[in-house]
């Protein structure tokens, strides 16, 4: 079976269209892994951060209710 050249061309006109939307997406999706991994960076480092702060408290002073709680 063979197609009409305009058919041929409409289908050759979708597969450049899907491959440039792909290409676009492909791009999208890595820099949105660059945000992701740079925020990871930034928590781990606040964790460490609060962790630090945490042991430098003085000992045994831990946060307790009022005892009309």
Same mark, same amino acid.
């Given at each position: 079976?063979? $197609? &009409?050249? !305009?058919?041929?061309?409409?289908?050759?006109?979708?597969?450049?269209?899907?491959?440039?939307?792909? !290409?676009? $997406?492909?791009?999208?999706? *890595?820099?949105? #892994?660059?945000?992701? !991994?740079?925020?990871?960076?930034? %928590? *781990? *480092?606040?964790?460490?951060?609060? $962790? %630090?702060?945490?042991?430098?408290? *003085? &000992?045994? =002073?831990?946060?307790?209710? &009022? &005892? =009309? #709680?």
């Amino acid at each position: 079976m063979t $197609l &009409p050249s !305009d058919q041929l061309t409409a289908l050759q006109i979708r597969a450049v269209e899907q491959e440039k939307i792909i !290409d676009e $997406l492909s791009g999208q999706i *890595a820099e949105q #892994w660059k945000v992701i !991994d740079r925020l990871e960076k930034k %928590v *781990a *480092a606040l964790v460490d951060r609060f $962790l %630090v702060l945490e042991s430098q408290t *003085a &000992p045994g =002073h831990e946060s307790t209710k &009022p &005892p =009309h #709680w």
